[in-house]
């Protein structure tokens, strides 16, 4: 027992490091951090389901915004107009988002990867127009608003057990619920890419070809994989929904699309930790480049001034272009190569041609 | 393994739960020290509506010359700004950073039907100010009593409305009437307006088209109005849209009587509108702040004194109308908290916004006053019709006060 715990790959320390650093961060936080946090791990689902589409299927997709939005306004009407319970309308939002991605999956197998992403962005351009439209069902521009969610009794104890302050907070529960729902979907995913269907996405991202030779389903997994990764998004969309407490089409601009596909990239396509460094780019970017940027005192507030003038779609940019340059496979990509040489070094070079396979299957 | 994972996750909570403990103190209002008070706003400053971002900035620019004037009873102004994009799912934890983690005293200036409206109940609940929000839809000030601790200052646009329904009912008697609006709440509310101004003239309007914020240009849209025989056009748009509308209509050789909303009327949109061919021929609007472009307030007083706020602030131009819109709105706040004196708590503050208002300001036109009271919730409800001829806006008539129940 204790030898597997010594041989276990340092991964999954670093797993667990960040399992437990996630999980009692709303004790050391404020609860506005909790908050802020939770808007990470939303973006981290979403991106984890665009990573199954773009980095293990190879298809491309600007449209994810629409499919949050989707997933939000499922939960803002089924809690607002229906007074369903919140947490059931999760999973519901989820499956109704995935049957849309499922059916729109079949489309997008006729097209290729430029006209698919074409093909996409136009759905997230016309999304905000289009929930305008039936007023009476979605608020039209007024939007719809949500009360937030209050914890329940149980868990007030024992928070305030554990961390012998305060209560939990609203946005304290909404944060664990998200984390909660944020493992159960990585869990799901890490299974699916590591068994029989990510094979066969990444044979069909490969060469389609060679993977129709070789008796995979191509139509079957791409569209499976497009309904998962709207899955994906509709779940974060109904999350996001209830963090913000307010669901309008402004919420769901055509960047956000843009946000998440920039996010994927630069935590590393086809990765499993990816989306979370994806999710906190994505997250605090925006926040760092107009404020913190602006408050450094060292900093020439000529150069600041830039930064908080250009906003942060100029840094995405400049960013996403720099890590195409320079780490193409992602900050995951960056810092798996940096280990790998620091490894080197350690053990001298006696360690090379011991024969074995790399240590990493899934980035293949 | 089994059993050193749930200790070792023990150990590292209840660490960061010591970390956590002895940071909080009991003060009865934020924000507020012996020698400054803490105001904060989400604005947009970055995307499509970046344009309304210098508000924000000329506001801060009236709280500097008032610092600098030994502030406001010894109390000197510091105005957080945040960037939310016109995004309410960026302005909701925006708002929620200024008011947990910068503890502002109160949120004032906040600009956008739909972020303001995201943020309206949280702070209502934490009883934190939402002070004169720039924008003109009429929920902001019909809905005090749901929402006491929220108030507006620019007069509602239903009501802006209405004084054109007025005028031309008034000057057209026999308009067929066109409208273009922008497809959101801001179109829609001055378009509801309109309607009930004319009340049972409603059928003077023969013809409605309306865009998107997406769209690239409102050429088909009004192409179609043209067709439908009227020869009287309303826009309501934002003022991107305003500019390009102008141009198409004298492109189509469409020659109606135009009205305009005043957000998009300042006279440096109108300068760029003529510059890119539009005729300008027939075309009336209300205003009820001073134009800084106009030469008739070239020896003013209060015209004089923006001249000189507005210079210290180095990304502002003077000749932008919205400027003037944000240090005459700061003139308000500075009032407010002059007023209040050293009884500087929330409730107070927001009690002589809401309902306590008596102010001549200095940037608006001559008889404008900003008044609230018990029952009256709207600060601005005096606007002037005027006309453009000459390059430049004409006041016509006197002020007309637009009566929004």
Known sequence: MLSRVRRAPPRYWLVLVVAVLLLGLPSAATSFQSSQWTQVLIFTIAIMGLNVLVGYSG???????????????????LVSRYHVDYLLTIPIAGLVTGAVGFLLGIPALRLSALYLALATFALAVVTPSLIKRPEKLTGGVQGILLVPPEPPQFAKDAFATVTNGPQMTSEQWLYYISLGVGAVLFWLAWNVIRHRPGRAMRAVRDGEVAAAASGINVAGYKTLAFGMS???????????????????????????????????????????????LGGIFVYWLPIISSQTISDQAWIPTQISDVFVKAGPAVTYGALLILIMIFAPRGIVGLLTSAYAALRKRLLGPGERGSGQMPPDPQTV | MARTGPRLATLVVSLMALAACGGSEAQTDPGITSSSIKLGVTIAQSGAAAAYGTIANASNAYFKYINDQGGVNGRKIDYKILDDGYNPAKA???TKQLVEQDKVFAMFGGLGTQPQTAVRDYLNTSKVPQLFVA????????????????????????????????DVVANHAGAKIAVLYQNDDYGQDYLKGLTDGLGSNASMIVAKESYDTTAADTLSQLSKLKASGANTLFIFATPGFTIKSLVIVTKLAWEPTIYLNSVSNPQVYMGLAAKAGAALKN????????????????SDDGMKLYQTVIKGCSTCNPLDGFNIYGVAVAYTMVDVLK???????RANVISIASSGLNETNPFLLPGVKVTTGSSDHFPITQEQVITWSANGWHLQGSLIDEQVS
């Open chain 1, 59 to 77: 298809q491309i997709s600007l449209g994810h915004g629409a499919f949050m939005a989707l997933g939000a306004y499922t939960t803002a009407i």
């Open chain 1, 230 to 276: 709207a899955f994906y998004a509709g779940v974060a969309g109904a999350l996001y929904g209830l963090t913000t407490g307010f669901v309008s089409p402004d919420t769901f601009p055509v960047e956000l699309s843009f946000q998440l596909l920039v996010g994927a990239v630069i935590g590393g396509l086809a990765s499993t930790v990816g989306p979370l």
């Open chain 2, 92 to 94: 909701v934890p925006l």
């Open chain 2, 135 to 166: 924008t003109g839809a009429t929920t902001f000030m019909a809905d005090f009593n749901s929402h006491q601790y929220t108030i507006g200052w620019q007069p509602p646009y239903q009501g802006e409305s209405r004084i054109y329904a007025k």
């Open chain 2, 283 to 298: 075309v009336t609007s209300v205003g009820y702040i001073k134009d800084p472009t106009d030469p008739q307030w070239a």
């Open chain 2, 339 to 345: 007023q209040a004196g050293s009884n500087l708590t």
